[in-house]
């Protein structure tokens, strides 16, 4: 079954907004990492997040991790048309090779 | 570098036939993995391989085989091809804990 579920499950905003989506899980990690797929190819790594880490930053991306609450929030600041996929969170717990992907949230940023 | 390739790109079966879907990756990596991916559904894994010479069950394994074939290469074969297997498979492999995709197989069985 699924470890991590986003929300929204879609969202559209124009270039130049931030867009903020968000990831709960229901386990104990080790660790969360955000993807991004563009339409019809496989997924990329943007950013992982530590179980001992509360915030993180890549370019013009920003996550938070609230192990209390099992979740985790990717911000993409200053949005672009190149920003337009979808995104997934994933977990990896301890002593596992394996890492559990949420359903995605598809980000659609307008000209 | 390649990094991780697939072939094919595209395939259609029919109910009951069988194929194998490539992969191979050119990073050393010890990690493999397959997934799944169904709309609305995010990824499934299939089956992974910790190191060459090793496999294990992900979360849904039934109807695929896994072949390790050595270091750079992971195949999943389809023995008797469902209509439920109509999907897009991506293979990865890890370093650290990172995962590294393949562009993807669409696979359609009618």
């Known amino acids: 079954s699924q470890q991590g579920e986003e929300d929204p499950q879609a969202l559209s905003i124009q270039e130049g907004e931030n867009a903020t989506m968000n990831c709960s899980y229901k386990t104990s990690i080790n660790n969360l990492q955000w993807y991004r797929q563009n339409s019809g190819r496989g997924l990329v790594h943007l950013i992982l997040i530590r179980s001992n880490e509360r915030e993180k930053h890549s370019g013009r991306l920003r996550v938070t991790l609230d192990t209390s609450k099992k979740s985790s929030s990717l911000l993409i600041t200053a949005s672009r048309a190149a920003d337009t996929a979808s995104y997934f969170c994933a977990t990896k717990g301890s002593n596992d090779y394996k890492l559990s992907f949420g359903a995605g949230t598809t980000v659609t940023v307008r000209a | 570098n390649a990094g991780v390739t697939q072939t094919p790109k595209f395939q259609v079966l029919k109910t009951g036939q069988s194929m194998t879907l490539q992969c191979a990756q050119d990073?050393?990596?010890?990690?493999m993995y397959w997934y799944r991916q169904d709309p609305g559904m995010g990824l499934r894994l299939i089956y992974y391989?910790?190191?060459?010479?090793?496999?294990d069950k992900g979360e849904v394994p039934n109807g695929y085989n896994v072949s390790r074939l050595n270091k750079r290469e992971f195949s999943l074969r389809l023995e008797s091809a469902a209509p439920s297997q109509t999907s897009v498979y991506f293979c990865a492999s890890r370093s650290a804990d990172t995962q590294y995709f393949g562009p993807g197989t669409r696979l359609t069985v009618l």
């Open positions: 391989s910790a190191s060459e010479g090793t496999t």
């Open positions: 990073m050393n990596h010890n990690s």
